[in-house]
């Protein structure tokens, strides 16, 4: 892997947004172009009325709250789909529903979305009404399943994926901003998001009607919601276009103004995170990830009941729980990133293939999402990482157990067709440049028998296809990637907002501005800059940590800065100067604030070895460059350091 580039992001506006020359900058590179794009009042949100099917959704949801109908809510077991859930459960009680209750699929034994077996599961509790949250909108057979319930049901499909070529499913009204027709002017809406607009469509919807007065009742403030509701975005990694930020942003404040609710402060405290200085990548990669892991490595209900739970000791049992899983999960993550890197290294993947298939039948189902984005992040070009079915495991072991007992060749093939004919399941993530929807669409569309099914985003995508048809679609895939990734592309670079930045601009008030002038995210994301530095001192910290002085080349002024996880073997990954890609991060330590430059890269390329240490999505620090692999090649070290008056006006 050799040095990246670093470049200088290109100023995609020259108006003047703030006074600070650095937040300006940083402000003209994401194009916002002009301060009222960086004001965050609720007051500015993309009214509902523009969503497609969302007034049809509202009536039917009027109907069953009135008749006190059973309301199931089917959501998703990763972090949007749970925030959806609880917002859905929570918000229907608030506008008066007596009986809502929520499924969420076990991952391993339902796999995603609206399946026939989940209406199977939904329909033993006899409800009037569905309504999916983060997911639907490709469940053709589950929608149809829904029409054969013996008891009359009637169903709402709520999402945010790219619908499927062949259409939309038979359901009572749908609610997505992606969906053809749908003229609601932002995309990039998570799945809590289009629920939580639903919620609040329905709410205006009966302030018309004069229901709340029927009712006896005021309309209830629903801006409790909205601390979940900053969680799922962020958590989702969509993209933060103007009305993510405002949702994100009031969320933010909720939290930091001592409203939070007691699941998510809990899991906030034990990752040792203020509440007060809360910002977004805290929710994105500390929060984030524990709800994720009952998902992953358990049953999401955990992390729904931890969001539910008003009794603050309950709820940090909860969060202790999640806390638990999410170690758990690291660990998991980092023995399979290391069999991973072994089968990169036998067979030269990186060197053969554009698009990237790995296949290990063990690997657990909750974490292959993860390990991809990992891989990916290594390798700088899509990655699928694939694993066995638990009929897949069962075929293979009885496979194993028949050659080991030396059975008839007869009965040895017949099992060997046998394990072809099962699934595996595979979680997939790309680069810019590469659509993995649109080229999962493609491969469909050449060969429809290759895939079992698919869905998903451009950058992320779940799928599954049988054994046998591994070997063709891994070739299908490298070929369809190599139409859209170029060498360029894959070499890929380091994009700052100002290169060689001014000494005499990187203070203390910058830092704090920078901090609070968020929230950052996804395409809107955390600024960082570079310099080349001399180092005047330094020290290891924890044989793998380094807390140094250093001094912009050419420059008198120094700076106190911290790199994590930037030590192999002892080995420095510098000489004397270095270019470095930073942050300008505030230090608070007894009260006192100072300026601390947070490295995320080292290059030095008088060193003839190669350091890199990458982190996506995840708050742990994962080694998963060159030094993983032992290999001498150029220098760099790649660190990412995470720490880990309001009123909805519709």
Same mark, same amino acid.
């Given at each position: #892997?050799?040095? +990246?580039? @670093? ?9 003047? @947004? ?34 497609? !099917? ?6 039917? =949801? ?84 829904? +029409? ?39 995309? *990039?809406?998570?799945? &809590? ?6 919620? #609040? ?24 919601? =909205? ?28 939290? *930091? ?18 509440? !007060?200085? @809360? ?10 990830? &524990? ?133 595996? +399941? ?53 070929? #369809? ?17 100002? +290169? ?20 950052? !995210? ?43 996880? &930037? ?23 007894? !009260? ?5 430059? #947070?490295?995320? &890269? ?8 190669? =350091? ?21 090649? @150029? ?16």
């Amino acid at each position: #892997m050799k040095i +990246k580039p @670093i470049v200088e992001a290109t100023q995609k506006t020259t108006a003047h @947004i703030h006074e600070n020359p650095i937040l300006n900058r940083v402000y003209q590179n994401r194009g916002v172009l002009s301060p009222a794009e960086i004001e965050y009042s609720l007051h500015n949100l993309i009214k509902p009325n523009g969503m497609k !099917g969302i007034d049809k959704a509202t009536d039917i =949801l009027l109907n069953h709250l009135l008749a006190n109908s059973k309301i199931i809510v089917v959501g998703d077991y990763d972090c949007d789909g749970a925030t959806a859930t609880t917002i859905a459960v929570e918000g229907l009680t608030m506008l008066g529903a007596k009986n809502v209750s929520f499924l969420v699929p076990d991952r391993i034994k339902h796999g995603y979305g609206l399946s026939p077996e989940i209406v199977r599961l939904v329909g033993e509790q006899s409800p009037d009404l569905i309504i999916t949250v983060d997911n639907g909108i490709a469940s053709f057979a589950g929608c149809e399943a829904v +029409k054969h319930l013996e008891k009359p049901c009637q169903i709402i499909v709520t999402d945010h994926h790219l619908a499927a070529e062949e259409g939309l499913p038979d359901a009572d009204a749908i609610v997505n901003p992606n969906q053809p027709g749908c003229g609601f002017k932002s995309k *990039n809406i998570a799945g &809590c998001g289009v629920i939580f607009y639903v919620i #609040m469509a329905l709410r205006a919807k009966m302030r018309e009607k004069g229901i709340f007065e029927k009712m006896g009742t005021v309309q209830p403030n629903m801006t409790p919601l =909205l601390d979940v509701l900053a969680l799922g975005t962020v958590a989702d990694v969509v993209t933060l276009d103007y009305n993510n930020r405002i949702l994100v942003t009031q969320g933010l404040n909720m939290i *930091n103004n001592g409203m939070c609710r007691p699941g998510i402060k809990a899991v906030l405290e034990l990752k040792k995170r203020q509440i !007060g200085n @809360i910002v977004s990548s805290d929710m994105g990669f500390s929060a984030g990830p &524990c709800f994720n892991a009952a998902g992953r490595l358990d049953d999401m209900r955990l992390g729904i009941k931890c969001m539910l739970e008003k009794d603050e000791s309950r709820a940090m049992e909860y969060a202790e729980q999640l806390f638990e899983l999410n170690q758990q999960r690291k660990e998991l993550g980092s023995e399979m990133e290391g069999e991973a890197i072994k089968i990169l290294e036998e067979y030269k993947v990186d060197e053969h293939s554009f698009g990237v298939c790995l296949h290990e039948p063990t690997w657990h189902e909750g974490v292959i999402g993860i390990l991809a984005s990992r891989i990916k992040e290594r390798l700088n070009r899509p990655v699928i990482i694939f694993t066995d079915t638990h009929h897949a495991s069962d075929a293979r072991k009885a496979l194993e157990s028949a050659i080991e007992r030396k059975a008839s060749a007869e009965e040895i093939r017949d099992l060997e067709r046998l394990l072809g004919d099962c699934d595996i +399941k595979g979680s997939a993530r790309s680069v810019p440049g590469v659509h993995l929807k649109h080229v999962l669409d493609h491969i469909n569309k050449t060969d429809s028998a290759i895939l079992s099914k698919f869905g998903g985003h451009a950058m992320a995508a779940g799928l599954s296809l049988k054994i046998r048809h591994f070997e063709k679609f891994k070739s299908e895939f490298d070929k #369809m990637v190599r139409k859209d990734l170029t060498e360029e592309m894959i070499l890929g670079k380091m994009e700052v907002d100002i +290169k060689n930045v001014e000494p005499s601009l990187m203070t203390l008030e910058a830092a704090e501005l920078l901090r609070s002038g968020g929230p950052w !995210g996804q395409n809107f994301t955390q600024p960082v800059f570079s310099q080349v530095f001399s180092v005047v001192t330094h020290r290891i910290l924890g044989d793998k940590h380094l807390k140094m002085t250093v001094k912009p080349v050419g420059s008198d002024m120094s700076f106190e800065a911290i790199a994590f996880n &930037c030590i192999e073997n002892g080995e420095l990954p510098f000489k004397n100067n270095f270019e470095g890609v930073f942050s300008l991060d505030v230090n608070e330590w007894k !009260g006192r604030k100072s300026l601390q430059l #947070m490295v995320h &890269c080292i290059q030095d390329p008088s060193l003839d070895l190669e =350091l890199d240490k990458e982190n996506t999505n995840s708050d742990s620090l994962i080694l998963s460059g060159a030094a993983s692999m032992q290999k001498k090649d @150029i220098g760099r070290v790649r660190v990412e350091n995470k720490k880990e008056d309001v009123a909805v006006p519709f």
